[in-house]
C-alpha cells in the first residue's frame, strides 16, 4: 500500500502562488509516476500535472502550462506542484496520485490518491 498526503492548500487571491505537496509513503512502485489531478464544485476530476520520479518528462495541462511547475524533491518522496498566477478558475479540491509506469493525463490510469487539498482563489 502507498499513502500519500497532500499540503499547502488555502484561501488565495487571483495572482498568488501556492506550492502544493505531496509526500508519499509505504511501499512504492520500484518505476513510478506522480501526477496531480484537480477536481471543482460540479465537476469531474481533471489532470493537472505529472512527473516522472526520476524527475523526467514533466508535463501540463493547456490549462496549467506555463503557470504551474511540477517537480520532486531530492529524496525522490515527495512531489511539489508551484502555482503561480492563479485565477478563481483554478479553485479546486487538489489531489496527488501514483501510477507505476510511465505519465499518464487519464485518472483511470493511477493506483493510489491522497484525500486532497483545497485550494480555493478569490477575485
Known sequence: QVQLVE????????????????AASGRTFSSHAMGWFRQAAGLER???AAILWSGGNPYYADSVKGRFTI???NA??????LMNSLKPEDTAKYSCAIRQGDIS??????????????????S
Open 105 to 122: 493525463t487519464s485518472r483511470h490510469y493511477y493506483d493510489y490518491w491522497g484525500q486532497g487539498t483545497q485550494v480555493t482563489v478569490s
Open 46 to 48: 481533471e489532470f493537472v
Open 76 to 81: 525522490k518522496n515527495t512531489v511539489y506542484l
Open 7 to 22: 499540503s499547502g492548500g488555502g484561501l488565495v487571491q487571483a495572482g498568488d502562488s501556492l506550492r502544493l505537496s505531496c
Open 71 to 73: 517537480s520532486r524533491d
